[in-house]
């Protein structure tokens, strides 16, 4: 997963280099884009017991499948939980949907700096990042979206980070 992420990230990369130089703009949604989105989303949904909390996740999930979960848990993170369940969908689209939104923030943040994102695979992957992305799974996607909206305090927009982190 790590080389494949850190292979498209150099092709797209490639790809806006090549852009500034036409004095092109790049569209962030490029197949060497989404195709590491897909494919972190993909192993990610499959994984099996990765993380402490992934029991946890599961067991949080079914409950909510057969109508018998009473945990409180985020208005958002509750609200696709149940919308999940109410599709019936496997568990492995559950997984998969939360590890999608955790890269895509990602990605997104370092849209204008295609030079990085060869090694965001990377980093996660073999940082020890991946564990804990898939442990603390509400947890990280909070702090990717917290990492999203830094730039609007960069490009003084103090309402749409203040929207997106609460």
């Known amino acids: 997963m790590a080389f494949l992420m850190w292979w498209f990230g150099t092709i797209a ?33 499959v994984r099996w017991k990765v993380g402490t909390d992934h029991q946890s996740y599961l067991n949080g999930y079914m409950a909510l499948i057969h109508g018998t979960e009473t945990r409180e848990l985020e208005g958002a993170f509750m609200y696709f939980s149940q919308l999940f369940a109410y599709l019936n969908l496997h568990f492995t689209f559950f997984f998969g949907f939360w590890a999608f939104l955790q890269i895509s923030f990602m990605y997104l943040t370092f849209k204008n700096e295609r030079y990085l994102l060869p090694y965001i695979g990377i980093i996660i992957v073999f940082g020890g990042y991946y564990i804990g992305w898939m442990n603390g799974i509400r947890q990280t996607i909070a702090a990717c979206i917290f990492v999203f909206s830094i730039q609007f305090i960069t490009k003084r927009k103090p309402i749409q980070y203040f929207l997106f982190i609460f």
């Open 13 to 45: 990369a490639k790809r806006e280099l090549t852009n500034i130089r036409l004095h092109k703009e790049t569209s962030f949604w490029t197949w060497e884009m989404i195709l590491p989105i897909l494919l972190f989303a993909f192993i990610s949904g």
